[in-house]
Antibody, heavy 117, light 111 residues
Framework: EVQLVESGGDLIQPGGSLRLSCAAS????????VSWVRQAPRKGLEWLLV???????FYADSVKGRFTVSSDTSKNTLYLQMNNLRAEDTALYYC???????????WGLGTLVTVSS | DIVMTQTPLSSPVTLGQPASISCKSS???????????LSWLQQRPGQPPRLLIY???NRFSGVPDRFSGSGAGTDFTLRISRVEAEDVGVYYC?????????FGQGTKVEI
């Protein structure tokens, strides 16, 4: 069974850094497309980036240069390193799996990041 | 970037009656593979999104057949043939044909 479990969300001050984790089971992060998507409070969905083919990435302009995705294949886990956090980064962060559907087949429950002083 | 525009943004519906949501893209959504990567997701209150429809009209596993998708080019539609109480939530269209992948603003369906 496919499962994604996000963790690492916290209350962090502006300018700070945080690393989120997305632990995957039922598939390998090294040969699939896994994205990070966020949802600000009472707002819509925002796609942030995708990790695919074991190391290729594409980032949205809103996070390029501040957010970095990486993986640990031994743990089948994806990481999202977030630097220089801003108040507008406050959101529920999801990881989501894409397969041959070309869509987001599976989602985690999300992890909450709050950027505030 | 491809802009996805949904209408309406809010849709009061009646149980047992049909409902439809429109999604227009600023560019055609045909990927190099020849597939059109337009999908629809449902987000019930307090839950993560759930895939309903992929590649315009394919129902994802476990999705009731009252949900259907159609369209081509830059105009797409999600239809619910007979709305049930559990269909309340926000519906998003999404394109994954071209980076950056983008979502519509969301349409709130409420009874």
């Amino acid at each position: 069974e496919v499962q994604l479990v996000e963790s690492g969300g916290d209350l962090i001050q502006p300018g700070g850094s945080l690393r989120l984790s997305c632990a995957a089971s039922g598939f390998s992060v090294s040969n699939t497309y896994v994205s990070w998507v966020r949802q600000a409070p009472r707002k819509g969905l925002e796609w942030l980036l995708v990790f695919f083919n074991g190391g290729s990435t594409f980032y949205a302009d809103s996070v390029k240069g501040r957010f970095t995705v990486s993986s640990d294949t031994s743990k089948n886990t994806l990481y999202l390193q977030m630097n220089n956090l801003r108040a507008e980064d406050t959101a529920l962060y999801y990881c989501a799996l894409s397969t041959v559907t070309g869509a987001f087949d599976n989602w985690g429950l999300g992890t909450l990041v709050t950027v505030s002083s | 970037d491809i802009v996805m525009t949904q209408t309406p943004l809010s849709s009061p519906v009646t149980l047992g009656q049909p409902a439809s949501i429109s999604c227009k893209s600023s560019q055609r959504l045909v990927h190099d593979s020849g597939n059109t990567y337009l999908s629809w997701l449902q987000q019930r209150p307090g839950q993560p999104p759930r895939l309903l429809i992929y590649k315009i009209s394919n129902r994802f596993s476990g999705v009731p057949d009252r949900f259907s998708g159609s369209g081509a080019g830059t105009d797409f539609t999600l239809r619910i043939s007979r709305v049930e109480a559990e269909d309340v939530g926000v519906y998003y269209c999404m394109q994954s044909a071209q980076f950056p992948w983008t979502f519509g603003q969301g349409t709130k369906v409420e009874i």
